[in-house]
Each structure stands twice: as C-alpha cells, then as structure tokens.
C-alpha cells in the first residue's frame, strides 16, 4: 500500500483544522475530492439490511441512494449482502441484476456506481457508494483508490460510534441521517394499521415506488398528516 497517498487520504476525510468530527454527508462530499464521481453517498446497515443512518452528496448520489432504499435493490445492497465491492459502469448494457432499480436510475440520471462494504473483517458496518452520471465515470481504473477510502471511511466510522465518543460526535452522525423521517414514518404506520415495523416500511415504500415519488417526500406526508394508510 502507498502509505503517502493513505496518509493524504484520511487528511482529506478528516479535514485538516477541523475540531468537529465531520457528519457522513460531510465525509461522502469529501471523497469527491479523492474519486472523480459526481456523488457519493455511505449508509450504515444492520444484519436485517436495515438502513440506519445516511449521508449522501451529489443529486445523483442522493436520487440512487432514495431509489435502493424504496426498491430494496441495488449494487449497494448486494455489496453490504456478499461483503464485496460491486461494480457497474453502465446500467443501461448490465446484466439484469435490479432491473426495477438499473431503468429507474438511468431515468434519474444515474449511469455508473460503484458500490463498497464499509467492513473490517466479517464485521460489515455499511456501503460507500460512488455515482456518476456518464458510463464509466467510476470505472476499474479508480477500484483501488475507492477502496482505500472505503477502508478508512469504516476506521472513521468506528471512532465515531466507539463507545469512548464523544457527544459532538454522536451528533455528527445523528446530524447526517437524512433517513430519520423515514424512520419516524414507519412508526407511524405501523401504528395506524397496526402491523410491525418491517410491515409497515413496505408498505411506505410501495406506496412511494406506485405515486413515482422519494420515499421521503411521502414520509413527510405521514408525519405532517396529509397521507395516511389507514384510509378510504
């Protein structure tokens, strides 16, 4: 490993100065300094595939990382299921892996990802994952470098949520989970229809996938009042 460009890495992530702990949105629009794509985005996964907190930078990042969510499908879920990286340099000439999600992201504007687990040994914390816009834009000449921000992306999150910590950086990843309302939705449904929580995010993410919309644009609508599921 070419421990001087390792080295400028995690200078990069980290922010040199900064006395704040970086959030995950801060540290994905850091490694668009590092891996020429037009967005990146990291989302910490439990066991059950669960999404937990997120952070994402670039509109492509952001459309590709609410489009995995909604469908429960995408190169960044297998790469968190099989504990490798998963590259895709055109979704429009794939393999037909994620039909549902490749021709809704190609009509977002999504062409190429890369997707890494955030993982130290058999321990899997997540997925960091590099977009662009044009085929190839993340392609096999960038893999090594992508991985070696995924490596110290997963050092970084472990500091973050040690259990030495402190608050400040609890903060900074509770700041970055641009899921919460998500999170907040589901509970709501859950208890309108009376279902459990695995239920109930189904049932939020049909609805989004059925109206074309972000999930968290109907998420909002539950919390505000102006959806509801247990209706007419």
């Known amino acids: 490993m070419n421990h001087g460009i390792e080295k400028r890495f ?18 994905c629009f850091r490694t668009l300094e590092l891996i020429p794509a037009t967005g990146a985005s990291i989302v910490l996964m439990s066991r059950g595939h669960d999404q937990g907190l997120a952070g994402a930078s670039g509109s492509s990042a952001l459309a590709g990382q ?17 504990g490798k990286a998963v590259l895709v ?14 021709a809704s992201a190609v009509e977002l504007g999504v062409r190429s990802i890369c997707a890494l687990p955030l993982q130290v040994g058999p321990i899997c914390l997540g ?3 590099f977009y662009g816009e044009k085929p190839g834009v993340v392609g096999i000449d960038h893999l090594d470098d992508a ?9 970084l999150v472990i500091g973050l949520q040690s259990e030495t910590a402190s608050e400040s950086i609890a903060f900074a990843l509770e700041d970055s989970d641009y899921r919460a309302v998500v999170h907040q939705a589901t509970g709501m449904i859950s ?27 109907i ?12 209706g007419p």
Do not use: M
């Open 191 to 217: 208890a309108q229809l009376d279902c459990g929580i695995d239920e109930a995010l189904l049932r939020l993410r049909g609805h989004a996938f059925a109206a074309e919309r972000p999930i968290d644009e």
């Open 127 to 129: 997925v960091l994952s």
């Open 147 to 155: 991985q070696l921000v995924a490596d110290l992306i997963t050092h």
């Open 89 to 102: 340099e055109d979704l429009i000439s794939g393999d037909g892996l994620w039909p549902l999600f490749s």
């Open 66 to 82: 609410n489009l995995e969510f909604t469908l429960g499908q995408g190169p960044g879920i297998d790469a968190y299921a099989d």
């Open 10 to 27: 995690l200078s990069v992530l980290k922010g040199d100065g900064d006395v704040e702990p970086p959030s995950l949105t801060t540290l």
């Open 219 to 230: 998420a909002e609508g539950v919390v505000e009042g102006s959806i509801r599921f247990d």
